[in-house]
C-alpha cells in the first residue's frame, strides 16, 4: 500500500475492517452524542445490518464515511470492498479526488443491482453541511450560515452558548457531530479558542465558548451513562486539569484515554 496516500489508506482500511469484523467506524473527530445502543440497531435494521449517514453534499458527495456501521460480510460493504480494490490495482485510475471513496459508493449503488435495492431501503439521515444532523457544526465552507444563527457556524462555537444552543445540546436530536481539527480548536495553554489559520477568536473565552459547553455536557452525560450501565463510577477525572477551574478538559490526560 506504499503507493496509497495516507488518507485514502485509511479509507481502504476502513471497509476492509467492517467487511471482515462488522462493527462501527468513528473518525477521531466523531463526537457521540447519545448511546449507540440505543439507535444504531434500529438505523442498520432496513439495510440488513449497514447504516451510513447520508447524503453529505448531494450527489457529489451521497455518502458520509467518517462513521459507519455493518455487520460482517455485508453484501454492500463486500461489494464496496471489491470496487476500492480493483480501483487501487488499476495502472491508470481515474482521478476521482478527495472524495475517491464516496464516488465509488456512488457508482456501486447505481450499477449494481444488489447494492442498489440496499441501498434504497437503507434508513436516511442527512449528513448536509449546516443542517440537523451530524455536520451542523461543521464551517468547512467559508461563510456557510448555521441553521440557529445567522453567523458563521466557527464563530456560533466560539460565542458563550445561547438559550437555543443549550436547549439543542440538552435534546441531544442528534446521535453523533462530526467535529475538525482545523476550524476551531483549544489552545494548548491558554483561555483563547484557534481558528483554522492559527489565529484567535478575538474576544472569546474558551472556557466561557459553546465548544466548551458542548464538550463538557458530553463528558457529564457520558459519566451518568456510565454509572447506569456499568454501576461503578467512570474513569473521567476531572480534577486532572490544571486549568480547570479556568478552563478546558484535557481529554487527552484521562485515564480512558489510550496512553
Same mark, same amino acid.
Given at each position: 500500500m506504499s503507493w496509497i496516500p495516507p488518507a485514502a489508506a485509511a479509507d481502504v482500511l476502513r471497509?476492509?475492517?467492517?467487511?471482515?469484523y462488522g462493527g462501527v467506524w468513528a473518525d477521531a473527530t466523531i463526537l457521540c452524542r447519545r448511546p449507540l &445502543? &440505543?439507535?444504531? &440497531?434500529?438505523?442498520?435494521?432496513p439495510a440488513d445490518g449497514f447504516f451510513a449517514f447520508a447524503p453529505e453534499k448531494g450527489q457529489e458527495i451521497p455518502i458520509m464515511s467518517s462513521f459507519l456501521? %455493518?455487520?460482517? %460480510?455485508?453484501?454492500?460493504?463486500?461489494?464496496?470492498?471489491e470496487r476500492v480494490h480493483h480501483h487501487w490495482q488499476l495502472d491508470h485510475r481515474p482521478n476521482l479526488e478527495y472524495?475517491?471513496?464516496?464516488?465509488?459508493?456512488?457508482?456501486?449503488?447505481?450499477?449494481?443491482?444488489?447494492?442498489?435495492d440496499v441501498w434504497e431501503r437503507a434508513k436516511k439521515l442527512t449528513a448536509e453541511y449546516a443542517q440537523p444532523g451530524p455536520h451542523l457544526h461543521m464551517p468547512y465552507e467559508e461563510g456557510r450560515t448555521n441553521v440557529y444563527a445567522k453567523e458563521r457556524r466557527d464563530e456560533v462555537l466560539a460565542k458563550p452558548p445561547s438559550t437555543t444552543f443549550k436547549e439543542l445540546v440538552e435534546k441531544k436530536s442528534e446521535p453523533i457531530y462530526k467535529l475538525t481539527i482545523h476550524d476551531v480548536k483549544f489552545h494548548k495553554t491558554r483561555d483563547v479558542?484557534?481558528?483554522?489559520?492559527?489565529?484567535?477568536?478575538?474576544?472569546?473565552a474558551a472556557s466561557s465558548s459553546s465548544f466548551e459547553?458542548?464538550?463538557?455536557?458530553t463528558l457529564e452525560e457520558a459519566e451518568i451513562y456510565f454509572e447506569k450501565v456499568k454501576g461503578r463510577r467512570s474513569p473521567w477525572q476531572p480534577e486532572l486539569s490544571p486549568f480547570r477551574k479556568d478552563y478546558g478538559l484535557n481529554i487527552a490526560d484521562q485515564p480512558m484515554m489510550p496512553g
Open positions: 471497509i476492509f475492517l467492517l467487511q471482515r &445502543d &440505543d439507535w444504531i &440497531d434500529e438505523a442498520a435494521a456501521a %455493518s455487520k460482517a %460480510s455485508h453484501p454492500l460493504v463486500e461489494a464496496w470492498q472524495f475517491w471513496l464516496h464516488a465509488l459508493f456512488g457508482q456501486l449503488v447505481q450499477e449494481n443491482p444488489l447494492a442498489k479558542l484557534l481558528q483554522r489559520d492559527g489565529s484567535e477568536f478575538h474576544g472569546f459547553y458542548l464538550m463538557r455536557r
